[in-house]
């Protein structure tokens, strides 16, 4: 009962936050200082709410359709379009004129605000930045009280918005504001405080460092040393701080990379601000080491699934990288994550579950890169900016967030004061050395416009090897329709190219190579794995090609195991493991009934290998390897697969899908008749932490490989399941899988004669 609480409370939190921003965003759109809201197709504008006192007030109404601006319809982006125009009339030639044209043949003059006219060097040198600035610093912050009550000090939002957008705008001057401010902290571990604790360090750390106030230095303390002795083994967070209780692991369900990156930026701050502490020293050391690993690999994703190369920015979190990687003194890491950040001006309303931290980080971390990058970054998602503009001067997500999320218009506001170079996150004491020149910004800038579909296979072969791998995959995944005598030049790149050239030519042959072409050069591909002076992540790459190759690449199945044994201690979270993992079960799932298991010894290593792997995914791969494994072998590996059971092992790093690794090893034992693996099912459904449905799941397919034997088992645990009518719920979308596993348990008329994990044991030692 305790745990339901617990369970119900969690839930209840994660719509309290995720929830509304979802809510949030599907509401109607705002349509910058016009005072319109409504909604929109590509080329249509319905009018839906109206604002009292705004230009287009007694103008427009509910119900109208707007179909273009000046004398043009809308053609491909309402938005865009109408943003460009409202910017051509806040100018001085435009005289606040804007001419919506209404469906039926009317047209509809609004007066807006004269502002002026963007300079080429926006948001720097920008007369009407500043102007949009200097309204926003008027009316932005207003508190709003109910009458006849006292002002009070309100508490700072979630995220500290209003005060780094505070600073931002006025400096020092604004920071002594907060000269008397009753400062928080806090060592408490409570629900999604990883979200804010990292924001309240950065911007502790701007007030510190523009006012020198040592009263705010204790409560940074707290925070982050707090986070440095909450990472998991991995270095990273999750809703909450892992704890010994829980083997040094994260509560939920995952790590998450998002509020990672600001804890690992937050805790930088404390020590640019003079903190030392060891504990922060070791816990920054471990932060960096991860986030590192993804250098010139690519973005990151939600979770820790590794880097991600089919985006440039997820979530604002490329933009967080390039901070803290300039905070942290590596050059290579800012100018890589900030690249990525400035290709991403097309995809700021995008994002895991919002957009909110796109539009709230990326131009921050776009700055690292120089000015020339900024303005290029800033032409292209200038709409963005006006669109999100008020009548009145504000700066809000859509007119519709209010304070309650976190306010990101102060956000939008705090990349608005690049120029102003008030705090280190606004490029306060840039490293020019990172700056971009015109031709290099446009060329990054350009990077998320260019057609691969239509580029010509020259064009294409002069993206592989590119160092933005973004580009490199959509340029192999392209090239493969290209016709031409394109091999020859992949080959060469493969002896002669450089490092990513030689990566992208043998990943051509891979996946969605068609399999002609692919086996063709299947020796080709061959050669370079077996090449022991080629990289390991070159050999990687190699296995992985010939993975898609089928049948006739098996007899590069020893030498891929081969390589997996072999140690890599500079490999700091062992991809190259990870990767011939799932070689290894792509190229073979059934390794035993296909001959593949030649050499015992090398084969139960690399199994073992990666059954000892610090991440759940990685173990996963090693017990599919020997998911069928004859009980005559299952000696070899029994001690490995009790160890990944009782699931205690400090070292590592938190992900809780169970049916990855606990659902996985019972259902060896299940394969072998072993009958301690029925406790265990059950023992997975009792888990204190990880996600419910994943933990159920794990434990229904589990007893379903022990039929009618775990029908007593099975009895007890839909007891816990009824309704307090007595009824049995239908489980939504996993009645099917509950259906399944009632099926094969009741139905099972010859249950096979089970016995006990010693005695499996003892059969391969006879």
Known sequence: MKNTYKYIIYFIAVFAIFGELYAASSKDFQYGPTGLFGKHSKNVISVTAVDKGSPADGKLKPGMKIIGVGKSKFKKDVRRELAAAIDIAESQKGAGKLTLMIKGGKTVELTLKVLGSYSATSPYNCPKTEAILKQAATVQFKKVYPKNSKPKEPKLDRFYLEMLAKMALGGKEAAKEYANYEWESSRENKMYITWGWGYRL????????????????PHMEAYAVTL??????????????????????????AQMNQPSLTC???????????????????????????????IGKGTFPYGVHGPNTREFNNNGMSASAALAMEFIGDKEGASFFSKLSVASHGTLERGHGSSYFNILLTALGVSLSGPEATAEFFKESR??????????????????????????????????????????????????????????????????????????????????????????????????????DLIPHLLKMIKEGTENQRQDAVAYFGYGCPKDVALKHMDDVGAVLRNIKETPQIRARAASALAYMGDPARKYYQDILTLLVQNREDDYVAAVDEALGKSLNILCRTPYKSGMVKDKALFYKAANKLMDHKRQTVRAQG???????????????????????????????????????LGAAVAILANLNIKEGIQYAIDIHN???????????????????????????????????LTKEGKMPNFGKFARAFKATTKAIEEDKSPRKLISFAEAVKIGRK
């Open 623 to 661: 017990l599919k390897m020997i998911a069928n494994i004859p009980i005559e072998d299952f000696h070899i590996v029994a001690a490995k697969i009790m160890h990944i059971i009782k699931d205690k092992d400090p070292t590592y790093h938190s992900y809780h899908n169970p049916g990855d690794t």
């Open 264 to 294: 690992f930026l937050g805790m930088l701050y404390a020590k640019k601000c003079g903190i030392e502490d060891a504990d922060l020293n070791k816990g920054i050391e471990r932060a960096y080491k991860y986030f590192a690993s993804h």
């Open 202 to 217: 950065i911007a502790m750390g701007e007030y510190y460092l523009l006012t020198g106030d040592k009263k705010v230095l």
């Open 228 to 253: 440095a002795k909450g990472q998991d083994a991995g270095g990273i967070w999750g809703h909450q701080l892992a704890t010994p209780e829980r083997n040094g692991r994260l509560p939920g369900y």
């Open 383 to 484: 709409w963005l900016y006006t669109m999100y503009r008020t009548w009145d001067g504000k700066i809000s997500w859509n007119g519709t967030m209010k304070d309650k999320i976190g306010r990101v218009g102060d956000g939008i506001l705090i990349s608005l004061c690049l120029a102003r170079r008030n705090l280190y996150i606004t490029g306060k004491n840039p490293d020019k050395s990172l700056w971009l020149n015109s031709t290099k910004a446009k060329e990054t800038v350009g990077l998320s416009k260019i057609d691969y579909k239509n580029s010509s296979a020259d064009e294409l072969l002069s993206m592989i090897g590119h160092p933005i791998p973004q580009v490199r995959r959509n340029a192999v995944w392209n090239l493969r329709s290209k016709k031409g």
């Open 687 to 721: 888990l204190p932490s990880g996600k419910h449905s994943f933990k159920r799941n794990a434990c229904w397919a589990a007893l379903s490989k022990y039929g009618a034997n775990a029908k007593s088992a099975f009895a007890e645990l839909k007891k816990t399941y």
